[in-house]
């Protein structure tokens, strides 16, 4: 049984084919095929500190929040009692394949042709909301007339007496 140790959203995961995982959220859409670089281990080959032109590909299913994790604080003797809730957004995936020497990902689905774009899940989420954040403001940009006419002013009021 092939099996890989994958690194994604700051923790590790032992991953065979066929393995459905819940992650932490992915920025991409239901039924697209996600790919993770960051390969650890295959099969006990370690790397250093990553194995060369290894992959991990999986179909993203879809992605909801978990059931609310309570915060409760409380200070003995003191009236003090906060409540608070929270619900983590998290991505369910399904391992597709494990491939190594820098093959790339068959792009099948359960028979139906998937997406035909792939998302490197391992790059920072940051980094992609301020790519996109530059690409909509060079498009706006291109949009926008060079100039506008100078607003006009308004009458002045007549005084009443």
Not at 71 to 82: L, M, T
Not at 95 to 119: N, S
Request: hydrophobic share 40%.
């Amino acid at each position: 049984m092939t099996f890989a140790v994958i690194k994604t959203g700051g923790k590790q995961y032992k991953v065979a084919a066929n393995d459905v995982l819940k992650l932490e959220k992915l920025d991409a859409e239901a039924g697209t095929i996600v790919t993770f670089d960051q390969v650890l281990m295959i099969n006990g080959e370690v790397g250093t500190p990553l194995i060369e032109g290894a992959l991990v590909a999986a179909e993203l299913l879809e992605t909801r929040k978990q059931k609310t994790v309570i915060i409760f604080k409380k200070n003995r003797r003191h009236n003090y009692r906060r409540r608070n809730g929270h619900r983590q957004l998290l991505s369910t995936v399904r391992i597709t394949e494990i491939l190594t020497g820098g093959a790339k990902p068959t792009i099948k689905t359960d028979g139906v042709a998937a997406p035909t774009e792939t998302i490197v899940a391992d790059k920072p989420a940051k980094v992609c909301a301020a790519a996109k954040a530059t690409v909509a403001t060079e498009a706006t940009e291109a949009q926008v007339p060079a100039k506008k006419a100078p607003a006009k002013k308004a009458a002045p009021k007549a005084d009443k007496e």
